[in-house]
C-alpha cells in the first residue's frame, strides 16, 4: 500500500510540474503576444553560421529564474549571473549573452552568436564591430516597456499642464496660493505630437487619445499608425508639425538622425504655450539650447525623465529652471516591465536553442 501511496504521490508531483510548466509557458506567449513582437524573416536554423547552442549566460537573480529559463532550452547549460563582473567570469566559452551588454563583455566572448539586451535602447552595443558585421545576432526590449513609459510621459505632462509642480512647491512652504499657480492647459481638444511611433510612442498615443487629445506623430520607417493618431509624417516633417502642437513628446532612440534633433530651430517653432516632455535619450536635446528657450519663454515648460549629461551635475542650470521637472531615468521602473522581460529572455532562449525566428532584432542599420 505504502508502494503505491508514494508512486501515486511521485506521478502527482510529476503531473504539477508539467502543468506548472505549461502554465507559465502559456503565460509567457500571452505576455508576448499582447505585445506584437516582430519575429526576424528567417528561422536561425537556416543561418550557415547557426549551430544548437551548448551554453547561454543569462541575467537571474536566484536559483528559481534560472530553472525557469532551464525549462525553454533543457539540453542547455543555462549558467545564471547578478551582473557583468560575474557573466565576464563564464563568457569564454558562451554561444549567448542574455541580459547585459557592453564591448567589454563581447570582447570577453569569442564565440558569441548572440547578445540579448535588456533594455529598449540599443546604444551601450550598437557600435560592437561584431555586432555590426552581423557576426553577433542583437536582440533588445522592443516595446515592453510600453506602458509603463507611457504612463510616466503622461505624468510629467499633468505634472506640467495641471501646474503640479508649482502646488508642491506651495504645498512644501505651507502656501495656500492659487494664484501662483497660473492658468492650466487642458488636455481635452489640445494636441499632442509624438516624435517617434514605436512602442513606447503607440502607448504614449493611445492614453493620449484617451484624454480626447489630437495626437499627431512622426515615425522613421513609414506613415502607417493606429487609428488613435490622427496623423502620421516622416521625419523629416518634424519641423512642420512640432509648430502645430501643445505638448511634444520625445520618444525616439538615440541614433545618428536623432543625436541633437531638438535644438534651438526646433524650439523656436514650437509655440510658447507648448510644453516639451523627454522620455526618449538625453542625446536627442541640445541641453544649452533647451534651457534657453526655457528661460527666454519659447516654450512653457519640460519634463525630462532623461538629460544631457546623465546625472545632472548640481549645479546645472536645469535644476533652478523654473517650470522644469526632472526625474533620475526612471520611466522604465516597472513591476510589469520585469515580468515581460523575464518572458522574453525566456522566449528567446527557447528560440535560440531550437534554430527558430528569433523575437525583437535590432537593425544594425537603423539603429534600433
Same mark, same amino acid.
Given at each position: 500500500?505504502?508502494? +503505491?501511496?508514494?508512486?501515486?504521490?511521485?506521478?502527482?508531483?510529476?503531473?504539477?510540474?508539467?502543468?506548472?510548466?505549461?502554465?507559465?509557458?502559456?503565460?509567457?506567449?500571452?505576455?508576448?503576444?499582447?505585445?506584437? /513582437?516582430?519575429?526576424?524573416?528567417?528561422?536561425?536554423?537556416? *543561418?550557415?553560421?547557426?549551430?544548437?547552442?551548448?551554453?547561454?549566460?543569462?541575467?537571474?537573480?536566484?536559483?528559481? &529564474?534560472?530553472?525557469?529559463?532551464?525549462?525553454?532550452?533543457?539540453?542547455?547549460?543555462?549558467?545564471?549571473?547578478?551582473?557583468?563582473?560575474? $557573466?565576464?567570469?563564464?563568457?569564454?566559452?558562451?554561444?549567448?549573452?542574455?541580459?547585459?551588454?557592453?564591448?567589454?563583455?563581447?570582447?570577453? $566572448?569569442?564565440?558569441?552568436?548572440? =547578445?540579448?539586451?535588456?533594455?529598449?535602447?540599443?546604444?551601450?552595443?550598437?557600435?560592437?564591430?561584431?555586432?555590426? %558585421?552581423?557576426?553577433?545576432?542583437?536582440?533588445?526590449?522592443?516595446?515592453?516597456?510600453?506602458?509603463?513609459?507611457?504612463?510616466?510621459?503622461?505624468?510629467?505632462?499633468?505634472?506640467?499642464?495641471?501646474?503640479? %509642480?508649482?502646488?508642491?512647491?506651495?504645498?512644501?512652504?505651507?502656501?495656500?496660493? @492659487?494664484?501662483?499657480?497660473?492658468?492650466?492647459?487642458?488636455?481635452?481638444?489640445?494636441?499632442?505630437?509624438?516624435?517617434?511611433?514605436?512602442?513606447?510612442?503607440?502607448?504614449?498615443?493611445?492614453?493620449?487619445?484617451? +484624454?480626447?487629445? &489630437? =495626437?499627431?506623430?512622426?515615425? %522613421?520607417?513609414? @506613415?502607417?499608425?493606429?487609428?488613435? =493618431?490622427?496623423?502620421?509624417?516622416?521625419?523629416?516633417?518634424?519641423?512642420?508639425?512640432?509648430?502645430?502642437?501643445?505638448?511634444?513628446?520625445?520618444?525616439?532612440?538615440?541614433?545618428?538622425?536623432?543625436?541633437?534633433?531638438?535644438?534651438?530651430?526646433?524650439?523656436?517653432?514650437?509655440? &510658447? !504655450?507648448?510644453?516639451?516632455?523627454?522620455?526618449?535619450?538625453?542625446?536627442?536635446?541640445?541641453?544649452?539650447?533647451?534651457?534657453?528657450?526655457?528661460?527666454?519663454?519659447?516654450?512653457?515648460?519640460?519634463?525630462?525623465?532623461?538629460?544631457?549629461?546623465?546625472? /545632472?551635475?548640481?549645479?546645472?542650470?536645469?535644476?533652478?529652471?523654473? %517650470?522644469?521637472?526632472? !526625474?533620475?531615468?526612471? $520611466?522604465?521602473?516597472?513591476?510589469?516591465?520585469?515580468?515581460? *522581460?523575464?518572458?522574453? +529572455?525566456?522566449?528567446?532562449?527557447?528560440?535560440?536553442?531550437?534554430?527558430?525566428?528569433?523575437?525583437?532584432?535590432?537593425?544594425?542599420?537603423?539603429?534600433?
Amino acid at each position: 500500500m505504502e508502494h +503505491f501511496v508514494q508512486s501515486g504521490l511521485k506521478t502527482l508531483c510529476i503531473l504539477l510540474f508539467a502543468l506548472g510548466a505549461t502554465a507559465s509557458a502559456n503565460g509567457d506567449m500571452s505576455v508576448i503576444d499582447q505585445m506584437g /513582437l516582430e519575429e526576424s524573416s528567417s528561422p536561425l536554423r537556416e *543561418m550557415s553560421n547557426w549551430a544548437p547552442p551548448k551554453k547561454i549566460v543569462v541575467l537571474a537573480e536566484n536559483e528559481a &529564474r534560472v530553472q525557469y529559463f532551464l525549462k525553454a532550452a533543457p539540453d542547455v547549460q543555462i549558467v545564471g549571473v547578478r551582473g557583468p563582473r560575474e $557573466a565576464m567570469a563564464q563568457l569564454s566559452d558562451a554561444d549567448a549573452l542574455v541580459g547585459m551588454c557592453s564591448p567589454q563583455l563581447v570582447a570577453n $566572448a569569442p564565440k558569441l552568436k548572440w =547578445v540579448q539586451s535588456q533594455l529598449a535602447g540599443v546604444d551601450d552595443c550598437i557600435e560592437v564591430p561584431r555586432i555590426q %558585421n552581423g557576426e553577433i545576432l542583437f536582440t533588445n526590449m522592443q516595446r515592453v516597456n510600453g506602458s509603463n513609459v507611457a504612463e510616466h510621459a503622461m505624468a510629467l505632462t499633468l505634472t506640467l499642464t495641471r501646474r503640479l %509642480n508649482a502646488a508642491l512647491e506651495n504645498q512644501a512652504e505651507g502656501s495656500w496660493n @492659487r494664484r501662483g499657480l497660473g492658468p492650466p492647459l487642458d488636455l481635452d481638444g489640445a494636441t499632442m505630437l509624438v516624435v517617434g511611433l514605436g512602442g513606447i510612442g503607440t502607448e504614449i498615443a493611445r492614453r493620449a487619445s484617451a +484624454f480626447n487629445m &489630437r =495626437v499627431i506623430a512622426t515615425r %522613421n520607417s513609414s @506613415r502607417n499608425g493606429p487609428a488613435f =493618431v490622427s496623423y502620421v509624417g516622416l521625419a523629416d516633417e518634424l519641423p512642420e508639425l512640432i509648430s502645430e502642437a501643445d505638448v511634444v513628446i520625445n520618444a525616439t532612440p538615440l541614433t545618428p538622425a536623432t543625436e541633437g534633433l531638438f535644438n534651438s530651430e526646433l524650439f523656436g517653432r514650437m509655440k &510658447r !504655450t507648448a510644453y516639451f516632455i523627454n522620455i526618449g535619450r538625453g542625446g536627442s536635446v541640445v541641453t544649452s539650447d533647451l534651457v534657453d528657450a526655457l528661460q527666454s519663454g519659447t516654450i512653457a515648460g519640460a519634463g525630462l525623465d532623461v538629460t544631457d549629461p546623465e546625472p /545632472l551635475p548640481d549645479n546645472h542650470p536645469l535644476w533652478s529652471t523654473p %517650470n522644469v521637472v526632472i !526625474t533620475p531615468h526612471v $520611466a522604465g521602473a516597472s513591476q510589469i516591465k520585469l515580468d515581460r *522581460m523575464w518572458a522574453v +529572455f525566456r522566449e528567446n532562449i527557447r528560440r535560440f536553442a531550437a534554430g527558430d525566428k528569433m523575437l525583437s532584432v535590432v537593425s544594425v542599420e537603423q539603429g534600433y
